[in-house]
């Protein structure tokens, strides 16, 4: 017999989002299970991803399903409800860190081969690859993404402006990208039609002409666009030394890259990076240590640990260099230290919130170089930081809405986090060759140049298209972001164009250096505008203007529109994820927003209310929205420091503003008479509950783990409140 799919499932992930979970998810199951809704959980958190490659290797008791195949499979049928929280998009020091703590809690999984060799290791390498950067998302997104705030949240953020830092003329905060040889100057784009239908590989011919099949058992179909390019290391190097030796006195260097999402090229350029910025001490020490510039200089300190001579010879080689941006001043932590700590799309918003500074070795704030080799997108933070030095700060109070509609469903321009990325092994040409002969796309690449290719099916276009007119309708300012000069944009153009012909609209299309501009001034005049925009640019427009205008990405809501009739809920970035565990370690105090998941869960009834005929499921969800905006009215969101409301304190007023509001409304009686006695037992205990939960605040918490916690200890400490415990059940 079939399993019954359940009506919502909200998914287990890491870091601040899976703790905050230990103290929601109680809560959203007692007040669902009251209205004949069914709440399941899925695990597709980094360890349970790992554990599910490995369970020959495991005890029975320690095997996992692979929950995020499942979960794949059901986002395609029109039955999906999943409410999706951020999840680790795993660098390889990530990877390495969750195997090794898997391995310290008894699980007998391989070590992650960094250098594979044997036909063993290249098999286990083989699993960890299918793990690493954004491979979660592409599974899930079989859906386009509508991206914006809750009206509700805007309003708050107007009403109580965030921090902004001063921008000034005289900012010497500048985006440096590279003057050619990059993705952008180097790509090709087609679409797929008659013969060229079929399958396909990507084929790497050396000078000698000795060929190796790259990838194998490709397959397009008619109407997808499919784009490849290079990027020239030599010319990224010369870029690199280019920039540092021509840094202004006073001013941070920065990299701004996205290794956890681009899991092949991005850190390859992180490396580039780390090798030219210490290039004397390389030049010294090199050929006697087992060092990866790839790994950052983070792996490269606790590598020369101890050694006196090597460790001055790295404090000299940084200190003859401009003085590095700063991840974590206090810590020591470089820009340049962990691939992962820097990801583009969190950390030059962050850069241009804050006026455009960032924090140097010295703890003092100074402005910043901000590097981003590749002309694809560089020009969108370049463009903002000029719009900035001409304008001044944006005000928060008066500024519009800046929504999103992405194109990303079935995989569509996955750039880097799939499996045809590659750094050319030596010099040649990496061609793409049709089952019929035909070459597609051809490239004469040297030893180190990165390669990728990516594709976007037509249905998934042709749906994007759809929703971004749609929410155009909706908003009534935006722009289509494409670039006419650009090779992949080009061919996009040709769907889009045609399409709002037909459709009677006329909605711009830009360039986006030209559209970003346009965004601003519009915005900054008080209007909603919304951004369509390919994949990646969702990925990165979902965070610059949130946090600008929001102080945070992680309230945004993310409808997904499942192409087959399902809905996927994500609820928010999870980039300061990290920095919130350890203070949870440090403080037991998690300020974590749960706003993310309050919209998204609202959204989750709506859907299962209109496509299953759940009445009771729209009375749920009206109450969460009530409840959400007297949580924000109220000031009961999470604070920065302990003794301040935290994330489990605004759970407890979610709930309580929530049991109020079912108790108060008059479409359902008996949730009425069910939550009536609820709401008054959490007001009248509202004393002993948040007394109960700050007990504890201010000592040091073990959670068991950091990417697999023990779930006792997680309960224990998200948990603290018998009263509120007993109450909800």
Request: charged share 25%; proline share 5%; aromatic share 6%.
């Amino acid at each position: 017999m079939a399993q019954e799919t359940p009506d919502i499932i909200y998914t287990i992930v890491d870091e601040a989002p899976e703790l905050a979970r230990g103290s929601l998810l109680p809560i959203i199951t007692a007040f669902s299970t009251a209205a004949g809704v069914n709440v399941e959980t899925r695990d597709i958190s980094l360890a349970a991803r790992i554990l599910s490659l490995f369970p020959d290797e495991l005890t029975a008791e320690q095997r996992v399903s692979d929950d995020l195949a499942a979960l794949g499979e059901l986002v395609k049928t029109p039955d999906a409800n999943v409410i999706k929280l951020p999840n680790v998009s795993a660098s390889v020091p990530q990877l390495e860190d969750a195997v090794k703590e898997l391995q310290s809690q008894g699980y007998a999984i391989p070590d992650y081969p960094a250098d594979p060799q044997t036909d063993a290791e290249k098999a286990v390498r083989a699993k960890y690859d299918t793990v690493k950067g954004s491979a979660v998302n592409p599974v899930l997104r079989e859906g386009n993404s509508d991206r914006r705030s809750a009206k509700a949240v805007k309003e708050y953020a107007k009403a109580n402006p965030h921090r902004m830092g001063k921008w000034t003329a005289e900012s010497k905060t500048t985006v440096a990208s590279m003057s050619g040889n990059d993705f952008f100057a180097n790509e090709k784009a087609a679409t797929i039609t008659g013969a060229q239908v079929g399958g396909a590989k990507i084929v790497f011919t050396a000078t000698d002409g000795t060929q190796t099949v790259l990838k194998d058992g490709l397959s397009y179909g008619e109407g997808e666009i499919v784009d490849a390019t290079y990027l020239s290391a030599k010319a990224l190097r010369d870029f690199v030394k280019a920039e540092v030796a021509s840094m202004e006195p006073g001013v941070l260097f920065s990299v701004h890259l996205k290794a956890t999402m681009m899991k092949v090229s991005d850190p390859i350029l992180f490396g580039h990076f780390v090798s030219v910025y210490i290039e004397d001490f390389l030049a010294k020490h090199g050929d006697k240590l087992d060092f990866n510039p790839n790994s950052g200089l983070g792996a490269l300190e606790d590598l020369i640990a101890g050694n006196a001579e090597m460790e001055a010879d790295l404090k000299a080689a940084l200190a003859a260099k401009p003085p590095l941006y700063m991840v974590d001043s206090d810590k020591g932590i470089t820009n340049l230290h962990v691939s992962s700590d820097v990801i583009i799309d969190a950390s030059m918003p962050a850069v241009i919130k804050a006026g455009g500074i960032g924090w140097g070795p010295d703890g003092k704030a100074a402005d910043t170089k901000c590097c981003i080799p590749d002309n694809c997108y560089a020009g969108v933070y370049d463009e903002t930081v000029e719009y900035f030095k001409e304008t001044g700060t944006l005000d928060v109070t008066t500024c519009g809405a800046v929504s999103n509609v992405g194109l990303m469903a079935q995989k569509a321009e996955e750039y880097g986090s799939h499996p045809t990325t590659f750094q050319a092994a030596a010099d040649g040409k990496i061609e793409i060759v049709l089952d019929n002969g035909d070459v597609l796309h051809s490239h004469s690449v040297e030893a180190g140049d990165i390669w990728r290719a990516c594709t976007a099916k037509k249905a998934p276009i042709l749906d994007w298209i759809k929703t971004g007119i749609e929410r155009f309708d909706v908003v009534g300012t935006g722009a289509f972001w494409l670039d006419a000069n650009r090779a992949h944009d080009a061919e996009l153009i040709k769907y889009v164009a045609p399409a709002l012909k037909a459709a009677g609209k006329d909605i711009p299309i830009m360039a986006p250096r030209e559209a970003t501009r346009y965004t601003w001034v519009e915005m900054r005049a008080g209007k909603d505008v919304v951004t369509i925009t390919g994949n990646v640019l969702r990925d990165y427009l979902t965070d610059l203007f949130p946090i600008l205008e929001l102080g945070t990405s992680a309230k945004m809501l993310s409808i997904v529109k499942l192409m087959n009739g399902g809905g996927l809920f994500e609820t928010g970035a999870g980039g300061s994820a990290p920095k919130h565990v350890q203070q949870v370690e440090e403080e037991n105090h998690l300020r974590w927003d749960s706003l993310g998941e309050f919209c998204a869960l609202g959204e989750s009834y709506n859907f299962l209310a209109a496509t299953k005929g759940r009445p009771k499921a729209a009375v749920l969800g009206a109450a969460v929205e009530v409840a959400t905006q007297k949580l924000l009215l109220e000031g009961k969101s999470p604070e920065r420091k302990v003794g301040q409301n935290d994330n489990r304190s605004s759970h407890y007023w979610f709930a309580r503003y929530w049991a109020e509001a079912l108790a108060a409304q008059t479409d359902d009686a008996d949730l009425a008479a069910h939550f009536a006695p609820i709401a008054k037992q959490l007001v009248d205990g509202e004393a002993a509950i948040l007394d109960e939960l700050q007990v504890a605040e201010g000592s040091p918490a073990d959670l068991g783990g950091y990417y697999h916690a023990d779930p006792a200890k997680v309960a224990s400490i998200m948990r603290p409140s018998a009263t509120l415990n007993a109450i909800i059940g």
